[in-house]
């Protein structure tokens, strides 16, 4: 079992940037597979970024030039960098893991965090 607390959300104006940090409990937490999901109000929760146990990275379309997946093992901790924010990227960000090697699923991921708030102004 991995517990995960997502950190680093805020308010922020549009072009702006925010890291967040997911932190992880337990000393598994190289094995896994990580990924960002969001949800903003009134939308189903959807697929960000992930990364694998080898670091491999892959995002949704709608981040890929913008944000970057990376992990700290030594540290139990994965990083999104998200730059250049649009209004659009509102919403509560929580970071999940999966014993997959890479996928976008949600139903593959199966430890979650509380998630984290990122406000975007315009």
């Given amino acids: 079992q991995v517990q995960l607390v997502e950190s680093g959300g ?9 890291r967040l940090s997911c932190a992880a409990s337990g000393r598994t937490f190289s094995g896994y597979t990580i990924g960002w999901f969001r949800q903003a109000p009134g939308k189903e929760r959807e697929f960000v970024a992930g990364i694998s146990r080898s670091r491999v990275t892959w995002y949704a379309d709608s981040v890929a030039a913008r944000f970057t997946i990376t992990r700290d093992n030594a540290q139990n901790t994965v990083y999104l960098q998200m730059n250049s924010l649009k209004p659009e990227d509102t ?24 998630g984290t708030q990122v406000t975007v102004s315009s």
């Fill in 91 to 114: 919403a509560l960000y929580h970071c999940a893991t999966s014993i997959a090697s890479i996928t976008s699923s949600e139903p593959m991921y199966d430890q979650w965090g509380q």
């Fill in 10 to 18: 805020g308010l922020v104006q549009a072009g702006g940037s925010l």
